[in-house]
């Protein structure tokens, strides 16, 4: 992802349950952060994308549950292979509607400095593909700040 000039590279991406952005007051069923970073600048980048349960399942978050792509027990991590983000961003007009802002990491060692851009629209996760997650997951959003 290229911003203001700057190139940042995706280095890992993490989910939380319920969402830690909350949009007019309200907070959402499921949010995953892409954390992008400079490594020559020291500088990250954080894409928030929040997803809302519904019926209908969600392309990208298919990749990750029926790939064997989670976790079984809470803090392991997975490497996962080749995805397809463009139906998410596209999903959530990512490239055109989104709130940026400066902040910090929401997980320690929280670095401050961190620029955010969360996207204005909501995606779309059927409640199977979100109690994939949540099976493992439980609630580890932070509270509103």
Wanted: proline residues 3%; contains cysteine; hydrophobic residues 40%.
């Amino acid at each position: 992802m290229v911003r203001d000039g700057v190139t940042f590279r995706l280095g890992q991406f993490h989910i939380h349950t319920p969402s830690e952005h909350h949009i007019y007051g309200k907070y959402f069923d499921m949010e995953i952060h892409f954390v992008m970073n400079n490594a020559q600048l020291n500088k990250n980048h954080v894409v928030g994308v929040v997803f809302e349960a519904t019926n209908k399942n969600n392309k990208f978050i298919y990749q990750l549950s029926n790939n064997r792509n989670v976790p079984t027990v809470t803090g392991q991590s997975v490497v996962v292979g080749s995805l397809d983000f463009q139906s998410l961003f596209k999903e959530v007009g990512y490239v055109n509607e989104y709130w940026a802002y400066e902040g910090s990491l929401t997980t320690p060692p929280c670095t401050e400095g961190v620029r955010w851009a969360v996207a204005s629209k909501v995606a779309q996760i059927s409640w199977r593909q979100l109690n994939v997650f949540r099976q493992v997951i439980k609630f580890n959003a932070r509270f509103v700040q």
